[in-house]
């Protein structure tokens, strides 16, 4: 049984890196043209899309099945003010890790979510593992072009996110040996993340999507939203 959980949160986590080489491929293979840019801007979309569709499907509802009205709202401002102290510090540093942050703070949590359910119902765990890998993917190739443009090697940017990738196998552990019998402590964990994602989104990503005279970037969004909607109705 506990292969299982390591083989799914493996898949979910190995997307982030696979994410990051597709990207690394598109923008060395690829030609610029008004087309790859229009196609790189609607992925960012797609990717704020599932983001925001983790938030509305997983965080936090799961959140809110637990803690009180108060729990919620005190967990959800520090979310949002701690990462806009973040999202401030990095801004003073010329930095451009914006989505890098969104796609940890919804990966994190959900593969802990992923580990603590496994006991419970393996088959919401193997559907949440396809759910999380699925939105890992557009936000990772979004993540690693950020980062690129921050300064960051190619090499280094990858080994990075190789690193990151095994984040799922250990939250999913943590969440199944430490938290399965905790479930304030994951609920609280799972409304902060949610006010973090909300403020990296309207504050840095979502911004940062638009393109002038293309109507494709909202389309990219509103279908990013769908896939969460699958998923969740799959679930």
């Given at each position: 049984m506990l292969f299982k959980l390591i083989l799914f949160s493996a898949f979910a986590g190995i997307t982030v890196f696979i994410g990051g080489l597709l990207a690394n491929v598109f923008d060395h293979h690829v030609t610029?043209?008004?087309?790859?840019?229009?196609?790189?801007?609607?992925?960012?979309s797609f990717g704020a899309g599932i983001i925001l569709s983790a938030l509305a499907f997983v965080?936090?509802?799961?959140?809110?099945?637990?803690?009180?009205?108060?729990?919620?709202?005190?967990?959800?401002?520090s979310g949002a003010i701690l990462f806009m102290l973040l999202d401030r510090k990095l801004a003073e540093s010329?930095?451009?890790?914006?989505?890098?942050?969104?796609?940890?703070?919804?990966?994190?949590?959900?593969s802990i979510?992923?580990?603590?359910v496994f006991a419970i119902e393996p088959q919401l765990s193997l559907l949440l593992a396809l759910f999380i890998g699925l939105q890992n993917l557009p936000e990772s190739f979004n993540a690693f072009r950020d980062m690129v443009q921050s300064g960051f090697s190619v090499k280094r940017t990858l080994t990075i996110f190789f690193g990151l990738s095994f984040f799922g196998v250990i939250s999913a552990l943590i969440g199944h040996f430490l938290l399965s019998e905790h479930p304030n402590l994951t609920a609280h964990l799972m409304i902060l993340a949610s006010g973090g994602i909300l403020y990296l989104l309207i504050q840095d990503i979502i911004p940062?999507?638009?393109?002038?005279?293309?109507?494709?970037?909202?389309?990219?969004?509103?279908?990013?939203?769908?896939v969460g909607i699958f998923g969740e109705m799959l679930i």
């Open positions: 610029d043209s008004p087309v790859k840019y229009e196609f790189i801007h609607t992925s960012m965080l936090l509802p799961k959140g809110m099945e637990v803690l009180s009205v108060w729990g919620v709202t005190g967990s959800f401002l010329n930095s451009q890790q914006a989505t890098l942050l969104a796609m940890m703070m919804d990966f994190v949590p959900e979510a992923l580990g603590a940062a999507s638009k393109l002038d005279k293309s109507y494709l970037t909202s389309l990219g969004a509103t279908l990013g939203f769908l």
